[in-house]
């Protein structure tokens, strides 16, 4: 019996030196390591080994069973390191992983321009509630009760309170409670987010964004709201952009203007967005009409002040050159990846 786990350890380590492949470790474990392999024959005949025998013999049986495993398992180890180096798995030239970064939406981003260039020439920020009372969001900007802009076409009303709140449809609500709150002069921005109830098309969405602007203080004149339209103007786009005012009405400015821009989007040639004009409407804009003092007890003949609202998509259609509003909503990560 000792000479035949002699035998075996020799013919076992000859063939450990000639294993070269996977194939070949898998045939060496078969032939001597599994369970019905050579060492566990021997193990069987154990059995009928002369019991005073059976410690050395089972000594030396489990002896070559460590040595056979031990071997096997480096010479396993040194051919699956050899493959790996031989295929070159480990190829430096290949680029890293590129790590994928979080971006700002465009609109966060034009929001955020225009709040620099206003805060840049001595204007706060303040904001409202976009669930807002019928008193701030019409009332008390001089709608009269049975203006348009209060119809069930353009205003979401909120059931809750019948007729009393509505998601509001503008944010001149925000210059009412700044002025509330704020003795004049005052000097704000006042973004956010606006709804209303519109058929969805490239040009218009049933939410977008405004920012409000107000000043109020002795003496400011219809020439300063000029000046600082033409000053954003110039900062948003450059000096080339062109911009018209037009008359226009809104019941909380006498008088009042609507502020075009010439259209980037297609050079003036007219196009789906400019409704095939050339300008691209912006901002309302005017002086605060005298009624609206009254309901937040300023005394007209003692201050004026102007006012302006924006679209923040306008915007940024016209800054990003892009032509449909409702991409804006998707969040379509081909979209927002080119910003
Ligand atoms: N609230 C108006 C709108 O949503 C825009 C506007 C016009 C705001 C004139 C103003 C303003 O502050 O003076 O269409």
């Known amino acids: 019996m000792l000479d035949e786990i002699q035998k075996l350890k020799e013919e076992a380590t000859a063939s450990l030196t000639g294993l070269r492949t996977q194939e070949d470790t898998e045939n060496f474990r078969l032939q001597f390591l599994s369970r019905k392999g050579s060492v566990a024959q021997l193990f069987e005949k154990l059995r009928d080994v002369p019991k005073e025998d059976k410690p050395a013999i089972g000594k030396s049986l489990n002896e070559l069973r460590t040595f056979l495993e031990s071997e096997f398992e480096s010479a396993q180890k040194k051919i699956a390191g050899e493959k790996r180096a031989d295929t070159g798995s480990i190829d430096l030239s290949i680029p890293g992983r590129k790590r994928y970064i979080g971006r700002r939406h465009p609109l966060t981003k034009t929001a955020e321009e225009i709040k620099r260039i206003f805060t840049c020439i001595g204007f706060g920020i303040a904001d409202g509630p976009e669930i807002e009372d019928d008193y701030h969001n019409f009332e008390a900007l001089n709608f009269p009760p049975d203006h348009p802009a209060r119809d069930m076409q353009d205003t979401f009303f909120v059931k809750a309170d019948a007729g009393k709140y509505v998601l509001r449809t503008h944010t ?64 948003f786009f450059n000096a080339e952009a062109k911009l018209r005012f ?67 998509e306008r915007l940024a259609l016209l800054r990003y050159g892009i032509d449909d509003i409702r991409l804006f909503f998707e969040n379509d990560l081909r979209f927002l990846n080119q910003f």
């Open 172 to 235: 001149s609500g925000v210059q009412i409670r700044v002025m509330e709150n704020n003795k004049p002069p005052v000097r704000v921005i006042m973004p956010g987010r606006v709804y209303r109830n519109e058929a969805i098309s490239a040009r218009s969405y049933c939410l977008f964004h405004q920012v409000e602007g107000l000043y109020v203080d002795k003496n400011v004149s219809l020439a300063e709201l000029k000046g600082t339209v033409a000053y954003f103007a110039k900062e």
């Open 246 to 312: 037009r008359p226009s009405f809104f019941p909380f400015t006498e008088p009042s203007a609507e502020v075009d821009v010439n259209c980037f989007l297609c050079g003036g040639k007219g196009c789906r967005i400019c409704k095939y004009s050339g300008w691209l409407e912006i901002m309302g804009c005017g002086m605060v009409d005298p009624n609206v003092f009254k309901y937040v007890r300023y005394d007209p003949n003692e201050v004026s002040g102007y006012a302006f609202g924006m679209g923040i």
